[in-house]
């Protein structure tokens, strides 16, 4: 898999490009800020970019600007964004136009080698992959008490948090132990009793979730 | 130049008077009017005034000595030049006539060189008289002391208006010839040399004069006076200062109350300015800050984290009971991370730069174990300045409301109207809340008040808190 790796910190790149290749991807190209990832995306047209949020010239969300521009211009192309901060915001400006290839991280998950080498390859696949602290936010805020997330059992909550972030069925059985019909059934579950029209891509079933928790109860 | 004809009214009872006065006068290019007796003349003079009457004296139905009288008594009338004709034989009642008030007298009949040349010299003298009964009425009505003095140190006055009694409180006769008193020892001690000095001067270069300068009054009070003044040569070779002298007492201490609130007003303004300075370099402090941790420590604790996870991949294969202790090295360093993480963000939101106060403090809510509700907020961003003073203002009152309040639910709103932006942050708590100095309240009310904007806190005990903050947004 061929990746495009943009982050202004010349150290933090050095070694992120040295996990990946160590990892088995092969890393294409490397940007320092905003214009250059895009100029060496559209060159080498990988299948993911790694982007950090923040970057020159601004060195605001430029880098989050750029992955918009990618996800517009070469929608073939994967983006994975690592943000210091999540913010459930940059989740929806990254997911408004669907969720095909897109991935959302917290930077430091990239130390935690399995997950952050599972999600890279996820979004080059055309999935996508949410930080579990968006999803957090999403879920652990007050203010869905009083709606049907109450009626879940804690077993189909764990399963609810794990499809926001864009696991496969697969995924999830594994994180929870259990069998793949048993996440099958807690899915349809869930759909039934949320009133969500069932969909069985796992990344537009993270757009039905992400809108179903977004969408401010009124 | 020939002078241009004057009005001239005949009141004379005979023909022959008429027709010898008239048709001369009327050839050298002046208007007549005639009437016979006294009520008609005065019912002309009344409707226009002429330069010059001729009256026949004593004649039939001419009372010419009530003319005269009359003439005389009225201001609208003493204006004109009143000449009393009379029959060559009868010239020694001229006197008669000069003494009830007429000008001059003429004997009939008269030479036509002589009856133009009275003619003209009485109009002369009606046009002095005119003028000089506008200038009594400018003295009187300039709200100024009009004066004409002489060019000395005492100021020894010729003329002075009565304005000057309303001004200095003495009337105006003390200082005509420096009867009672000269001008110059009513003006302030202090002030009197320089007067003096800038009146010479002036006077020396030939040019006009305006001073400002204190007099004192009977009753002891200070007025201050504005004079001008210019050198004028008079008749007989005398040199005459004429000039003004206005009382701005009045103008001057509303200048100085204007000054004065004036300087207030700059004063308080510069205070309110240099407030808001040091909030805004404080607030670009903690986004600085906020950055450098970013920039700094965060990226490169990050990079630290990736290289041990390399090691600790490197380790598992050949030397796996060494991995265990750095993997937990890896883990305190991910806390420590997290830890930087939350200050960084607790410092300065970057949501609150790039995407504005209501996606910030909508992330602010989702971190928060309670139940929050942003029930109305405005579509468009607010200037940064507004953004975080109203930032800080709502994470500040979350703060207390989680830490203290007790509270089960929170609202929060905000708006921009007229001018104005607002927060309003309410809860169900506990209350007894007090914005008072050195609380968290207490820093953001100097901080709202800073934005010219005002902080109030309604909080009774057991009935709940709600903290208002209400800014300047132009």
Known sequence: MRLVVADDSLLLREGLVRLLEEAGFEVVGQAGDADELVRKVSAHRPDVAVIDVRMPPTNTDDGLRAALQIRRELPEVGVLVLSAYVEETYAHELLCDGAAGVGYLLKHRVAELERFTQAVRHVGQGGSVLDPEVVTQLLGADRHKDRLLANLTPRELQTLSLMAEGRSNLGIAEQLVVTGRAVEKHISSIFTKLGLDPVPADHRRVLAVLRYLSDDGS | MPEPGADILIVAGSELVVSTVRTPLEDAGHRVRAVADGPSALTELNRQLPDVVMAEWDLSGVDSLGLCRAV???????????????????????????????????????????????????????????????????????????????????????????????????????????????????????????????????????????????????????????????????????????????????????????????????????????????????????????????????????????????????????????????????????????????????????????????????????????????????????????????????????????????????????????????????????????????????????????????????????????????????
């Open chain 2, 72 to 474: 005389r008594l009225d201001p609208e009338l003493c204006g004109t030049h009143v000449i009393v004709m009379t029959s060559a034989a009868r010239t020694a009642r001229a006197a008669e006539a000069l003494e009830a008030g007429a000008d001059d007298y003429l004997a009939i009949p008269v030479e036509r060189s002589e009856l133009l040349a009275r003619v003209r010299t009485g109009r002369r003298t009606a046009q002095l008289r005119a003028s000089e009964a506008r200038l009594r009425a400018l003295m009187a009505n300039v709200p100024g002391a009009i004066y004409r003095c002489a060019p000395d140190r005492d100021w020894t006055m010729e003329l002075i208006s009565d304005e000057i009694e309303r001004i200095s409180g003495y009337p105006s006769g003390d200082f005509i010839d420096s009867e009672v008193r000269t001008f110059a020892s009513i003006i302030h001690p202090e002030d009197r040399e320089r007067v003096e000095a800038a009146v010479f001067e002036a006077c020396a270069a030939a040019r006009p004069f305006v001073l400002e300068y204190r007099i004192q009054r009977a009753d002891g009070d200070s007025r201050w006076v504005l004079e001008r003044g210019q050198l004028v040569h008079g008749t007989n070779g005398r040199t005459w200062l004429d000039g003004a002298i206005f009382d701005i007492s009045a103008q001057r201490e509303a200048e100085r109350e204007r000054r004065k609130r004036e300087a207030e007003q700059a004063r308080v303004a510069e205070l309110r300015a240099s407030r808001a300075r040091i909030i805004e370099a404080a607030d670009a402090a903690r986004r600085r800050i906020e950055r450098d941790l970013h920039d700094g420590a965060q990226q490169r604790f990050t990079a630290v984290a990736l290289q041990l996870r390399l090691l600790i991949s490197r380790l598992q294969r050949s030397a796996p009971d060494v991995a265990l202790p750095v993997e937990e090295a890896l883990d305190e360093l991910q806390r420590a991370i997290d830890e930087l993480r939350e200050l960084a963000r607790g410092i300065h939101p970057a949501l609150l730069s790039e995407r504005g106060l209501v996606r910030a403090v909508e992330a602010l809510i989702s971190r928060l174990p309670m139940s929050v509700k942003l029930r109305e907020a405005p579509a468009q961003r607010l200037p940064q300045a507004v953004e975080a003073g109203l930032y800080y203002v709502i994470a500040e009152t979350l703060t207390n409301a989680c830490k203290h309040a007790d509270a089960g639910a929170v609202s929060i709103a905000i708006g921009r109207a007229d001018g104005r932006a607002w927060v309003e942050v309410a809860d169900d708590g506990v209350g007894g809340a007090t914005a008072s100095e050195g609380s968290g309240l207490g820093g953001l009310k100097d901080r709202v008040e800073a934005l010219d904007g005002r902080l109030t806190v309604l909080s009774p005990p057991g009935g709940g808190t709600t903290v208002r903050a209400e800014v300047a947004c132009a």
